[in-house]
């Protein structure tokens, strides 16, 4: 199966109290699910042309507080295809070895043209 990793570095745009999640100078959850989400780019199948995939479900563990400056390793590993499903598992790790977060992302292997005519952006 597909893997991919990805090294940041906690900025002060990336806090809780800077993404409207919290009032906190920490590590967002929702920023931590982008960083996890873009992983799951990284380690996706090549897909045919005319294709992309889309996030459909999210399981995220936000476990422990990274300030501002900690660096971080956010993994991807395709842990499961079937059919037009694609299933991650997702982790997060700081410059400690501490385990930040985890989880599990699916997503969907659509047609982009089809996708968007969908949503009227065609």
Known sequence: MSRAEMVVVVERDD?????????????ATPRLLAWAEAATLKASP??????????????LEHRAASPVGTRLTISAELVEA?????AFAVKAVDEHGTVIGEGRIERAVVD??????????A
């Open 15 to 27: 806090t809780a109290e800077r993404v409207g999640s919290g009032d906190v100078p920490v590590l």
């Open 46 to 59: 090549v897909l045919v042309e005319g294709q992309t995939s889309v996030g459909t479900r999210v399981e």
């Open 82 to 86: 079937d059919g037009r499903r694609l």
């Open 112 to 121: 982009r043209a089809t996708f968007l005519s969908r949503i009227g952006n």
